[in-house]
Structures are given as C-alpha cells and as structure tokens.
C-alpha cells in the first residue's frame, strides 16, 4: 500500500512539476536501477587477467592434443579432454587449449572445480556433441552435455565453437511431431555453481536444446558471444539464466528457435547492453510460476537491443496459479523490426498441449520501465499487458515509445495493468490509466484511503 501512495504521490509531482520535468519521476522510482547500469566496455574486469598472447610463455599450456585427442571430428576425445582437464585444474596458471582449426568429439562431460587459481579456458577450434539422442544416457548425464561445475575464478574465450550437433533431438521433439513423446534435451553449454566467470568471444550453436545455460551462478560476464540456432528448432534458448545473480550479458548475437535470452527464477541483477536477437521469440523474463511455483526475478536491465524477426520483443511471461514477483526491470534503447509483440507481459503463458486451467494466483509484476523502444510491429497489438485481475501489473512506465505495423494500425491491450506514460507514445496507451478506475473503485468501496482518492483525482 505504501509504495502505491508513493507511486501516486510521484505521478502527482510529475503533474505538478510539469513534463519538462518527467525524468525526476523517472529518477526517484526507479532509484532502485540506477546501479543496474551496465559499465561500458569489457575494460571492468571481474578480476585481473593479463592478456592472452602476451602472457603465453609464462602460462602452463595444457593442450588436449597432448592427452591424445585426435580432433577429426569422429574419434572420440572424451578422455583426452577429461585428462586435459584434470591437469589444467591442479596446475596454477595453467590454460586448458583446444587447438584451432579442428574438430573435437566430446560426449556428455562435467568438468569440476573449483581449479587452483584462475583457470584460462582456450577454446580455439570446434567441440562437437555426438549426435545421436539413442546414445544419451539421461541417469548418468542428466540434461547437460558440457558443463563446468563449481568454479571460481574462470576465463573462457578463445573464438571457438561449440557444437550441440542437435538436429536429431529436434526432429525428435514433440514440438516438430505431436506423435513423438515430449522428452527434455540437453543443455549444450552449462556453468554451474561458479562464480567470476567470464565468457568471451566464443560461438555456442545447434543446441540439443538450449545453448547456454548460466545456472546458481554469481558474477558472471559474458561478452561478444554469437548463439545460434536454426529459427524452427524447438526450445532452443540462446542464453539462459537461472538461480543467478550478477550477469552481465553484453555485445553478443543470438539467433535461435525460442528465446534469445530466458532470465528465470531466482535471478536478479542481470544486465545486458548491445544485443542482437533473431531469429527467436526475443527477450524474455521467465516463464515463471509452473505447477503453482514461486518465480522471483529482480533487477533487469537491457539496454541497447535490436530485435529482428522475432515472434516477441521484450517479453514477460508466467503461468497462472504461480507466485512471487517481477519487480524494478527496464528495457531502453531497443529497436525492433518485424517483431510481433514487441511489448507484452503475459500472465496468462500457457506452453502446453493442452489449455492451462484457469486460476487465482499469480507472479506479481510491477516496476517495469519501457523507455526508447521504437520500430515495426508484425502483430496488430504492438503493445500487450494482459495481466491477472486479480494479481494486476502495476507500475508500468512508457516513455518514448514508437512502434508501428506495416498498415498502421498498431495497438494496446491492457488487462488490468496500470502505470503511466510521458514522452511520446505511439500507439497512446491510454488503457494503463485504468488505474484511477481502479483504485477508486475500491476506495468507493472503503478499500483505500479518501486521501488516495483524492490525489487520483486531482492529478490523473
Ligand atoms: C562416448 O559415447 C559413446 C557412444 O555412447 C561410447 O561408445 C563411448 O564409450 C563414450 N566415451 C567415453 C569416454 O565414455
Ligand atoms: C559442487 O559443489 C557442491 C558444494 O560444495 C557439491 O555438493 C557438488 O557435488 C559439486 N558439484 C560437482 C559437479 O562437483
Ligand atoms: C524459486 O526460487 C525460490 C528461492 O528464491 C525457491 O523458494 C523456489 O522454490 C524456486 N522455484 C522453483 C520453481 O524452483
Ligand atoms: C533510442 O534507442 C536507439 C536504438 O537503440 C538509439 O540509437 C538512440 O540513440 C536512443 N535515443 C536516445 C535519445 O537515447
Ligand atoms: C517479417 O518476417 C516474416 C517472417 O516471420 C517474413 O516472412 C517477412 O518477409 C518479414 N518482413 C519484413 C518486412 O522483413
Ligand atoms: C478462463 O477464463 C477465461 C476468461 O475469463 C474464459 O474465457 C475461459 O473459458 C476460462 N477457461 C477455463 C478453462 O475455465
Ligand atoms: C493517461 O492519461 C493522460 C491524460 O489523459 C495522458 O496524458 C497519458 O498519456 C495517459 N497515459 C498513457 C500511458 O497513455
């Protein structure tokens, strides 16, 4: 109640202050961000590393083709890389080196930390999965194909690639054949209970299902990677964050067959700048909330985002009959072309086969700020807040936004969403204003304080 009056109050300033003085509203709601700005440039280290090439001949290269790894893409170097790794974590300065110019056969492999001192992770030629779903043994290597367990203090880069070589578990999805049975796919590349990670020029692509998974991980900075994933390959997520804090998603291009970029449960402060999505279904918040889950994702910024082809924008979506909360995001500066959705909060997502039951709970959504987002909608409703009645979004902000389609005929839906707008907004999103209605009609019904009342009344 008290941030509502707050929030009230602030709109009440801002009328009183003039537009000329919107961005003071801006400033003190949204105080909260303003350490969320992402630092320019990969010059802000996580830690101290001097750079590779200069550095190389006091470094202990330990190169997998020393371990017996064969690189022609079809022997399989599992071992190799497994006996690389063992070395390279118990050698300080060490650099674990996938030479360039080859390809790497690798199975379903955890590399385990924590390595003494910080481990350089060389990747210049290509790991390749083994193809074939029949050979993947779920109890042994759950969803994960490569993933790198409980490290502290890591660098990955190097300009190689890794391959999920997917293309036989998309055929085998359910999503491309409703006779297949709906069974999960592994994760390509995983970062596991780490933290001062950071991921660097590298490719990560054809993802057996996601890509890149960032999971209960801290103070993780991933900087000019390219994820990409055919357009129709099903839940292919580009890079997913789940159960961390402190990401720093910048410079990268992804193109995949679902998100781009999925931030889920447990995760906050996470920033991106200059991204690049499409193919894919944009940059997305959650899902949240299945099977009546609690969802709680805080401290969201994009900022400088171009969004091309994709199903949605700047997406946040959640089931119904979940909990928890969305709270203190902002996406500025994103340019969208052919994007359908654009904008939307979605409380009612619902990705199953069959329809999802109604229900009264839901993750709360509030403290969302759109600012600077302009381009071409594909979808008629460039802008869609369809949210809970009983759980409504709340603290909506639009600023300077321009999105149109192609006929010119783009619009709002809101479903019990409030908030305001200043600048210019194009398509006028006055249903956010429902909020007055709103909130006077429970203060008609003794709900609310008169005072409340009064300053909707006055000011809106
Ligand atoms: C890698 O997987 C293949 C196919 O399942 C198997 O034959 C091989 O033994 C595995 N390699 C290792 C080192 O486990
Ligand atoms: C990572 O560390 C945790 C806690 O120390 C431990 O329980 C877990 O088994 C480790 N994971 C791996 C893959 O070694
Ligand atoms: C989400 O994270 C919270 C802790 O922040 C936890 O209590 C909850 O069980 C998690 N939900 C899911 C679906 O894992
Ligand atoms: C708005 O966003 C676009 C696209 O990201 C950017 O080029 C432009 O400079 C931004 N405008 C302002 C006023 O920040
Ligand atoms: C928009 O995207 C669709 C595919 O979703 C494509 O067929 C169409 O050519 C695109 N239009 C423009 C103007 O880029
Ligand atoms: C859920 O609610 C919507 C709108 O109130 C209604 O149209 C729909 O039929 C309901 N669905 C179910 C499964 O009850
Ligand atoms: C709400 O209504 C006011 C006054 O009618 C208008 O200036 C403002 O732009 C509206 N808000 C939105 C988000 O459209």
């Known amino acids: 109640m008290a941030k509502i009056l707050f ?46 090439g200069i550095e190389r001949g006091n470094k202990i290269l330990v190169n997998v083709d020393s371990f017996g790894a064969v690189g022609d893409g079809a022997s399989d170097d599992t071992k190799a890389f497994v006996d690389a790794w063992k070395q390279a ?4 300065k060490s650099v674990f080196f996938v030479p360039a110019g080859r390809s790497y056969l690798v199975n379903a492999t955890r590399f385990r930390g924590p390595c003494v001192g910080i481990l350089r ?26 993933g790198f367990f409980n490290l502290t203090g890591a660098l990955f880069q190097g300009g190689g690639v890794i391959d999920g070589s997917g293309s036989k578990w998309w055929a085998a999805s359910c999503k491309k054949n409703k006779a297949n049975p709906c069974v999960a796919a592994p994760t ?27 999971s209960r991980s801290d103070s993780i900075r991933i900087t000019g990677v390219t994820v990409s994933a055919p357009e129709d390959s099903p839940n292919t997520d580009g890079i997913h964050i789940t159960e961390s804090t402190n990401v720093v998603l910048q410079n990268s291009k992804i193109g995949t067959g679902d998100d781009c970029v999925s931030i889920v ?21 959650g899902s949240l909330g299945k099977d009546n889950s609690i969802g709680i994702v805080t401290g969201v910024v994009l900022d400088n985002a171009f969004l091309r082809g ?29 994007v359908s959705n ?17 229900q009264t709970s839901a993750v709360e959504i509030s403290e969302i700020v759109y600012r600077n987002v302009s381009g071409t909608s594909k979808s008629q409703k460039a802008i869609k807040f369809a949210c809970s009645d009983n759980v409504p979004c709340s603290h909506i902000v639009l600023n300077n936004i321009n999105l149109e389609t192609r006929d010119g005929t783009a619009e709002v839906y809101c479903n019990s969403a409030t908030g305001i707008g200043y600048g210019y907004i194009h398509p006028s999103a006055e249903c956010l204003n429902s909020s007055d209605k709103k909130i006077k009609q429970k203060t008609d019904a003794g709900l609310d304080e008169p005072r409340e009342e009064y300053i909707v009344h006055t000011e809106l």
């Not at 290509?126 to 969803?143: E, L, Q, S």
Request: charge should be negative.
């Open 188 to 214: 390509a590349l995983t970062i596991y209970g780490s933290s001062g990670i950071k991921v660097k020029d590298l490719t990560i692509q054809n993802g057996q299902q996601m890509n890149f998974a960032i």
């Open 265 to 285: 449960n447990a995760s906050s402060s996470i920033k991106m700048k200059r991204i690049y999505c499409g193919p894919g279904h944009g940059i997305s918040i």
């Open 342 to 358: 654009p904008i939307i909060i979605d409380q009612f997502y619902c990705d199953s086969p069959k329809s999802c039951q109604n």
């Open 7 to 52: 929030f009230l109050f602030l709109v009440w300033l801002m009328g009183a202050l003039g537009a000329a003085n919107t961005n003071f509203l801006d400033d003190v709601i949204l105080s909260e961000l303003d350490d969320l700005d992402v630092e320019d440039g990969d010059e802000a280290e996580l830690f101290d590393l001097p750079r590779w």
């Open 310 to 338: 994709t199903t949605n924008g700047l997406r946040i979506k959640t089931w119904q009959g979940g909990s928890g909360y969305v709270r203190a995001v902002r996406f500025q500066n994103v340019r969208m072309q052919n």
């Open 89 to 92: 974590c118990s050698t300080p």
């Open 121 to 146: 992770v060389q990747i210049e030629g290509t790991i390749v999965a083994p193809d074939d779903p029949k050979n993947w043994n779920f109890a042994k290597n759950g969803r994960i194909w490569l």
